[in-house]
């Protein structure tokens, strides 16, 4: 059965019951714990908020280039098909071998070949007999290449190959396209063929070449699936070939070559990517990240092959621009996701580009840009609202790296700008994260970044702010064992305190509302346009990351302050690829529990006959207190160990809480009441646990790291339901009221 139908129809099942637990001691009819919870939830006057939660919340974020975009998104399964020369981006630790960062490349042992083009390799090459010549059919204007080989005649069969990974559990049909020419002008034959990666060839098409480019399209057919996906590598057991052969002496020139599936969606997107964010319900995507201060829009639009190749100066590699404007718009309309478009903040993006982006995508066909989005084939336009200028540029890792005076300043020009072209955007201000110190003008003190935002430029410009957290703990070894003997800690409570953050996260939300009411924001609209955690551990610890349940407790929690802080908490975005089908070698994994977390939170939203609104819970049980962690985690006390949150239909029909064991040792018993009489309402849990927080989930196929249980819960004699809650779980329990009580 191919793997897409499997990913969605193991992600929709939510039934799944507790392997190695009985039902009736998730409800607590099993050995009582003394550990409890106790929430009280009820709709009485002053209880629910007077607002309504922003879906727009359930977002995800991705950087738009590299891995998660080729093929993430556009279903191009090779790299450098163009053959331009590689920007290899030089890290900090002095090394520039051209893998070493994380979007740049698949293979990390890829040899570096004199005059091939990287990642390309040598198929039976000679010294001397590989070229990349200035010109071609496709690359930058001032600089586009293409890739040249020798054949001595004879017979002789030489050419390239790139290794590569497949959706073969999908489908084995693939569509290959290229230019190619021959100087001898007859008599050469061009080899296409996916082989696995011994060389052995699964499917061939043969084409004459001529002494002209010429545009081949290929259709390749697998003759079998690969038997070792995942087994060795999580790469994929492929490679394309492209060889040929000759009777006498001739140079042979490529260009342009992509590969596709023959299953992608209007022939260009992945149509995994598309099920997985479907059926993980998200609700909006942020095309933004460090390369938006780098991008120009205007790269990224107009037939593919007039657009350039750029160098991906961020992250290294290089940027083909087959995903721009439209396709990213067209790819929100397949997911039903709102779009939130970044323009970049520099010296070399001024505010007029910004502005003729805004009239590109909104405006009609009788402005400029309109006009020439119409002769692009979109004649209607998008009608994008949100919008965000600059990106974390207050770090001097960025592109358009400036001070908080100056950006305050410099942003009101593109915010007029771009207001002028729409005065329906909403414009969103990159800002910063209260507690990034280590970022701050002020040495150790928090940053006057936002502050500054909000008195120079303020509600007049700009409509909201974008955040960024990525909860990473301490970097330093050495600070992380100083850390340790200081606190008495071990490894199990430092994940605990970094799963737990998200308490401290929602009074610095609380703070930075205070902070903007005092310059006219009532409140100020927050963007978390990235937002996740990372630990920073040991090799040998154990560690909250992604694919653990004690990280899915930390998407819970985070999730839960949202909710909580949704007056202000307008737009929020999970920085994880998980869900952009593709293999590259730091992030390459299955799906994971945050993300049935996700949509745990997620799907009430659906629902089309109501809006939901914050309900304040009373709650009371076991805290700890939080100590000073580096830099970013100031000492906090009386932080509990459940963390919980309640939501109530606008009909009144239905009530949610939401709740995360973030204690990462000991189950704890959640008990609940409210203001139903017995009988009156339906209690159901769906609870979500690992036999362990740390027990990594690796399984492609099914959930074997951790499970999802749906349960009945039954009132206990004092009217009161209860549910045992193991190590690093999450639930969401639903109150669903009789007619005749609401």
């Keep these: 059965m191919a793997l897409p139908a499997r990913f969605i129809r193991l992600a929709g099942r939510l039934q799944l019951r507790a392997a190695n637990m009985r039902e009736a001691d998730l409800q607590g009819g099993g050995k009582a714990l003394?550990?409890?919870?106790?929430?009280?939830?009820d709709r009485t006057s002053g209880k629910a908020s007077e607002w309504r939660i922003d879906k727009r919340i359930f977002g995800k974020f991705f950087e738009m280039n590299g891995r998660d975009t080729y093929p993430g998104i556009v279903e191009d399964c090779i790299a450098n098909g163009s053959f331009e020369r590689w920007h290899s981006k030089r890290k900090k630790d002095g090394t520039n071998l051209p893998w070493t960062m994380r979007t740049e490349i698949m293979y990390r042992d890829t040899p570096v070949t004199p005059g091939l083009a990287y990642p390309w390799e040598p198929v039976n090459g000679v010294e001397d007999s590989f070229r990349q010549p200035e010109g071609g059919v496709h690359g930058k204007e001032e600089w586009k290449r293409f890739q040249q080989f020798s054949l001595?005649?004879?017979?002789?069969?030489?050419?390239?190959?790139?290794?590569?990974?497949?959706?073969?559990?999908?489908?084995?049909?693939?569509?290959?396209?290229?230019?190619?020419?021959?100087?001898?002008?007859?008599?050469?034959?061009?080899?296409?063929?996916?082989?696995?990666?011994?060389?052995?060839?699964?499917?061939?098409?043969?084409?004459?070449?001529?002494?002209?480019?010429?545009?081949?399209?290929?259709?390749?057919?697998?003759?079998?699936?690969?038997?070792?996906?995942?087994?060795?590598?999580?790469?994929?057991?492929?490679?394309?070939?492209?060889?040929?052969?000759?009777?006498?002496?001739?140079?042979v020139d490529l260009d342009?070559?992509?590969?596709?599936?023959?299953?992608?969606?209007?022939?260009?997107?992945?149509?995994?990517?598309?099920?997985?964010?479907?059926?993980?319900?998200?609700?909006?995507?942020?095309?933004?990240?460090?390369?938006?201060?780098?991008?120009?829009?205007?790269d990224g639009i107009g037939p593919w092959e007039q657009r350039p190749v750029r160098d991906n100066l961020n992250w290294g590699g290089l940027e083909p621009n087959y995903f721009g404007t439209n396709e990213f718009l067209r790819f929100c309309q397949l997911i039903g996701a709102e779009p939130f478009l970044n323009v970049g903040f520099s010296y070399d993006l001024p505010p007029e580009l910004a502005a003729e982006w805004v009239q590109y995508v909104n405006g009609s066909v009788d402005t400029p840009m309109g006009k020439l989005r119409a002769e692009h084939g979109y004649p209607?336009?998008?009608g994008v609202k949100l919008w965000q200028v600059g990106n974390e540029s207050y770090g001097d890792y960025q592109f358009g790296y400036t001070n908080s005076i100056d950006f305050s300043h410099?942003?009101?020009?593109?915010?007029?700008?771009?207001?002028?072209?729409?005065?329906?955007?909403?414009?969103?201000?990159?800002?910063?994260?209260?507690?990034?110190?280590?970022?701050?003008?002020?040495?150790g003190q928090p940053p006057l970044w936002n502050r500054r935002l909000f008195e120079l430029a303020g509600p007049a410009y700009m409509d909201g702010l974008d955040i960024h957290q990525y909860t990473r703990g301490i970097r330093d070894a050495g600070l992380r064992k100083a850390w340790f003997e200081n606190n008495g800690a071990d490894p199990v409570f430092y994940n605990q305190v970094l799963v737990a953050y998200p308490t401290q996260y929602e009074a610095l939300i609380r703070e930075l509302k205070e902070q903007g009411g005092a310059f006219g924001f009532d409140p100020i609209e927050l963007e978390i346009g990235e937002w996740n955690l990372?630990?920073?551990?040991?090799?040998?610890?154990?560690?909250?990351?992604?694919?653990?349940?004690?990280?899915?407790?930390?998407?819970?929690?985070?999730?839960?302050?949202f909710l909580r802080q949704g007056d202000a908490v307008k737009y929020a975005y999970q920085r994880d690829n998980t869900l952009y089908y593709r293999a590259y070698p730091v992030d390459m994994r299955p799906v994971n529990p945050g993300n049935d977390t996700s949509r745990m939170y997620a799907e009430p939203f659906l629902r089309e006959n109501t809006g939901w609104r914050s309900l304040e819970v009373a709650s009371n049980g076991d805290t700890f207190d939080m100590p000073q962690t580096w830099v970013r985690i100031r000492p906090m006390k009386g932080i509990p160990y459940i963390d919980v949150a309640a939501i109530l239909s606008d009909n009144g029909d239905e009530m949610m809480l939401f709740a995360a064991n973030r204690d990462l040792r000991e189950a704890r018993m959640l008990v609940v009441e409210g203001d139903w009489a017995d009988g009156e309402?339906?209690?159901?849990?769906?609870?979500?646990?690992?036999?362990?927080p740390f027990l990594?989930?690796?399984?492609?196929?099914?959930?074997?790291?951790?499970?999802?249980?749906?349960?009945?819960?039954?009132?206990?004699?004092?009217?009161?339901v209860e549910l045992s809650m193991p190590a690093g779980s999450v639930a969401r329990i639903s109150v669903k009221l009789a007619r005749d009580f609401i």
Excluded at 418 to 427: A, C
Excluded at 705 to 720: F, M, N, Q, T, W
Aim: hydrophobic share 35%; with cysteine; charged share 30%.
């Design 34 to 41: 003394a550990l409890e919870h106790h929430v009280r939830i």
């Design 152 to 251: 001595e005649g004879g017979g002789d069969k030489r050419g390239i190959c790139q290794r590569i990974t497949l959706a073969d559990e999908r489908t084995q049909e693939y569509r290959l396209r290229l230019y190619a020419r021959a100087s001898s002008g007859s008599g050469t034959r061009l080899f296409a063929s996916l082989e696995d990666k011994a060389g052995a060839s699964l499917c061939e098409s043969v084409e004459e070449l001529s002494a002209e480019w010429k545009r081949y399209d290929i259709q390749l057919v697998l003759d079998r699936a690969s038997e070792k996906r995942y087994a060795d590598s999580p790469f994929g057991e492929y490679r394309l070939s492209l060889t040929a052969d000759s009777d006498e002496a001739c140079e």
């Design 256 to 298: 342009w070559v992509m590969l596709a599936s023959g299953d992608a969606v209007e022939g260009m997107f992945n149509p995994t990517t598309i099920e997985l964010l479907k059926a993980y319900h998200v609700t909006s995507i942020r095309w933004g990240g460090n390369y938006a201060n780098e991008y120009n829009w205007k």
């Design 380 to 382: 209607e336009p998008w």
């Design 410 to 443: 410099r942003l009101k020009e593109y915010c007029d700008r771009m207001k002028q072209e729409d005065p329906t955007l909403t414009i969103v201000a990159a800002g910063e994260d209260p507690m990034y110190v280590d970022y701050s003008e002020l040495p």
């Design 534 to 561: 990372e630990p920073e551990t040991e090799a040998d610890w154990p560690k909250a990351e992604y694919e653990t349940m004690a990280h899915a407790s930390y998407v819970s929690s985070m999730l839960n302050v």
């Design 681 to 692: 309402a339906r209690i159901t849990a769906m609870l979500q646990h690992g036999d362990t």
């Design 696 to 720: 990594r989930q690796e399984n492609w196929y099914e959930k074997a790291g951790y499970r999802v249980s749906e349960l009945e819960l039954a009132a206990r004699p004092d009217g009161k």
